[in-house]
């Protein structure tokens, strides 16, 4: 009752009909990861540099139909993330502004339900863009990974109370054999999380 208040609620205040194509329904089996590299960790006030998104199908990954974005910037990156990411300002001149790459992330996501690794912080810097323009925040379904690793490996009989269950990113690669790639860079951290949601969906369904 909840979701389907807050859909109609989001249909109602899209500024834009030409988007109404984010309510349509969409298949079960489609999904669609992604993953951002930012300026910082405040979604209020840092931007997003780069952004890739990869199309899953079943158990399918549609590495054939990813979206690699460059956002070009206003102001210089701190000196910091760069040395995260390895994005400098020159790296993303020829990158597309804020709202051209948000048409064509939209647009390659439509209404198919999202998964990522702390996806929480990545559809929070992508509202922070989409909000102002269109009056909504993402209505897509959302699942985060560590969801799917939870249900999967954590049991609470089993486990000592002074022990902590490990949600670190390299902890579920090991966990699930997935091979790790180069970190923070959109397309790989999109990519790793893409693998383990297959091989993690896989797992559910044979329990």
Not at 8 to 20: G, H, T, V
Not at 51 to 80: C, H, M, V, W, Y
Not at 150 to 166: G, I, M, S
Not at 171 to 193: G, Q
Request: charged letters at 25%; aromatic letters at 10%; proline letters at 4%.
């Amino acid at each position: 009752m909840l979701k389907k208040f807050q859909q109609a609620w989001s249909k109602r205040n899209l500024k834009d009909p030409a988007y109404q194509f984010l309510f349509e329904p969409s298949p079960d089996d489609d999904w669609v990861c992604f993953d951002c590299e930012t300026t910082g960790l405040d979604p209020k006030k840092d931007k997003i540099i780069s952004l890739s998104a990869i199309k899953i199908r079943g158990t399918e990954i549609l590495t054939s139909e990813s979206l690699n974005l460059k956002f070009k910037q206003d102001k210089s990156i701190n000196p910091d993330s760069i040395v995260i990411h390895r994005l400098r300002n020159m790296d993303v001149e020829a990158g597309l502004n804020e709202l051209e790459a948000m048409q064509q992330f939209l647009n390659f996501v439509g209404s198919r339900r999202l998964i990522g690794y702390y996806l929480e912080f990545d559809v929070a810097m992508v509202n922070s863009v989409i909000k102002p323009w269109l009056g909504i925040a993402l209505p897509n379904q959302q699942t985060d990974i560590s969801t799917f690793y939870t249900k999967l490996f954590y049991n609470p009989l089993l486990k000592a109370e002074h022990e902590v269950f490990d949600l670190s990113f390299n902890a579920m690669l090991k966990k699930c054999d997935v091979p790790k790639l180069s970190a923070h860079d959109a397309f790989n951290d999109a990519l790793m999380t893409a693998m383990l949601c297959v091989k993690m969906q896989t797992l559910i369904n044979k329990s």
